[in-house]
């Protein structure tokens, strides 16, 4: 079945560059997600790509996709404090999301 | 716009007693989904409705848990008899038509404690 690696931690000193990293199995996926879980909340989408995008820039979040070896990556310039939470990668294909366990980044000042 | 909402926020309970948790969707979504999240198990896919109708509960761990969508705007996940394993946070999700291209909504979750 579908499945969506991540590593579980990741933690980087405050104004570091981060990369949470991704990886996936189902090659008909279309879109890939990053969605961001802070302490008490619910998921909440950060960005996306369409599978036919090599890479998708929005302010100091840029998502590289490299369809091939199936892996997706998230980078945050400048990281800050607020930063710091968990993040999902998720995928579609022909069927409901699926979700990666997620990566605890964690902002160090 | 609001988003979606979940109640209650919390809830803890005794072992043995009715839960039951609700959700109300973005006005116009046609798809509602149920998910549990554990540290041990992630995120997990419970259940989901299309235009009120439950397509997928392969997800749902066993007969003591059931949801129903009695309408575009209601949702309900219920645990009969619950016990403590079932302490989690409980999210729903609603997206727009065209499940492979559009982005889920979260609410903010419902964390459960069963004593």
Known sequence: GED??????????????????????????????????????????LTYIFSNMDMKQDQRLTVLLNKKDKHLSLRIADTQTGDSAIYFCAEN??????????TRLSVIA | DAGVIQSPRHEVTEMGQEVTLRCKPISGHDY???????MMRGLELLIYF?????????GMPEDRFSAKMPNASFS????QPSEPRDSAVYFCASSPKGIGNQPQHFGDGTRLSIL
């Open chain 2, 50 to 58: 299309n235009n009120n109708v439950p397509i997928d509960d392969s």
């Open chain 2, 76 to 79: 309900t996940l219920k645990i």
């Open chain 1, 93 to 102: 294909g022909d069927t409901p999301l699926v979700f990666g366990k997620g």
């Open chain 1, 4 to 45: 969506v690696e991540q590593s579980l931690f990741l933690s980087v000193r405050e104004g570091d560059s981060s990369v949470i990293n991704c990886t996936y199995t189902d090659s008909s996926s279309t879109y890939l997600y990053w969605y961001k879980q802070e302490p008490g909340a619910g998921l909440q989408l």
């Open chain 2, 32 to 38: 509602l989904f149920w998910y549990r999240q554990t």
